[in-house]
């Protein structure tokens, strides 16, 4: 009998630790956004067919800098937030921090933006590029100029006649990732090949708070991605309430997130040797989570329609799988018998079986 147990915790063992399977990136499509008031901003598939994700009604006269701490986690040239209210580009890191750029839409509240560092688009919260169409952290960024070069976007600001071009992948992802909701718990992400921990739960989460974005989201989805968040709404679009998932070195070194190690409303999560970065790495702080389709909004087809909807379950007190309690506001207890989060990642096509 004990041999048997200890095959069975070996078995267990060598399949939360193996690696996951590595399939090729896939290209889904272009975003074009004009450096022109009033231009049109579209999406260009790799069959040539187009979607218009709205126009351009501002340019930005300057860059922010210094920017949030994690900006700098990510790539220059690179999406480094996607959200439901804002999308924030890494030009470059400069003394450690980064300088950034945003596009937004034309009403939001997105303070990370910065006054006069924005394109804006006259698409609302939750939709278009901020929705269905949102690129996820990493995408990269080219410049294109009215004489037909291109130039990664680092440095400096596009200058007006040129075009953003967004390039959208598909990465090689888990199709969901399980968190256990007490300290030393279990982070786990599921793939075809089966399941591997990826982190532990340092501190759990216990309430929902005020993160002003969620008002363009709705209950049990995600609201916005960067390389030091994950932050989920737990209210219905137009009301505000929700929590975050953030890495150890996020919570430990950017001076904007020390409140989270006495407060409720955040999960922190750290990698099992405790002193690897999380902050800016796949599959959870990079590559993958969007916002995804609000309702009403259509993709290609069914399946990115549905698959690339962002979803969050939890179990009650150990119970089964449901949606997150709509909570709103800041109330320290209010998910305090969530006993496991799942985090499922967008899909665009049919799933293999």
């Known amino acids: 009998m004990i041999n048997k147990i200890i095959a069975s915790a070996a078995v267990a063992f060598a ?33 040539g067919s187009e979607n218009t994700l709205g126009r ?9 800098w210094p920017s949030y701490t994690a900006s700098a986690w990510g790539h220059p040239g690179s999406v480094t937030a996607s959200a439901v209210n804002a999308v924030h580009i890494l030009i470059s890191v400069e003394s450690g921090q980064g300088r950034t750029m945003s596009v937004l839409p034309r009403e ?73 909701n007490r300290p030393g718990g279990r982070v786990i992400a599921w793939s075809s090949s089966g399941a591997r921990a990826i982190a532990r739960v340092i501190r759990p989460l216990g309430g929902v708070g005020r993160f002003e974005g969620t008002l ?11 390389s030091g968040v994950i932050d989920i709404s737990t209210s219905n679009y137009g009301v505000i309430g929700g929590f975050q998932i953030i890495p150890w070195d996020h919570a430990l070194k950017s001076k904007e997130m020390q409140g989270a190690w006495n407060m409720t409303q955040w999960m922190i999560i750290g990698p099992s040797d405790a002193e690897s970065m999380m902050g800016g790495t796949e ?19 069914v399946w990115s329609t549905y ?6 379950l939890a179990r009650i007190d150990g119970g089964g799988w449901t949606k997150l309690p709509e909570e709103r506001g800041k109330i320290d207890d209010a998910l305090k018998s969530v006993t496991h989060l799942r985090i499922y990642f967008p899909e665009t096509g049919e799933p293999l079986i």
């Open 15 to 47: 399949l939360l630790s193996a690696p996951a399977s590595a399939s090729s990136p896939r290209h889904l499509y272009n975003i074009y956004i004009p450096f022109e008031r009033g231009a049109e901003v579209r999406a260009v598939m790799p069959d």
């Open 56 to 64: 351009v009604v501002d340019l930005p006269e300057r860059t922010r």
């Open 108 to 180: 939001t509240i997105a303070p990370a933006a910065g006054p006069g560092a924005a394109v804006v688009l006259d698409c609302g919260g939750g939709t278009s590029f901020f929705g269905a169409w949102a690129p996820p952290a990493g995408t990269k960024i080219t410049v294109e100029s009215p004489d037909g070069s291109s130039r990664p976007l680092e440095e400096r600001l596009p200058e007006e006649g040129d075009v953003l071009v967004f390039k959208v992948i598909e990465e090689d992802t888990p199709y969901m990732v399980d968190f256990e």
């Open 216 to 226: 363009y989201q709705w209950d049990s989805r995600i609201r916005a991605n960067h």
């Open 283 to 301: 599959p959870l702080f990079a590559g993958g989570l969007v916002p995804g389709p609000s309702r009403g909004e259509k993709l290609w087809d």
């Open 307 to 312: 698959g690339r909807k962002s979803l969050v």
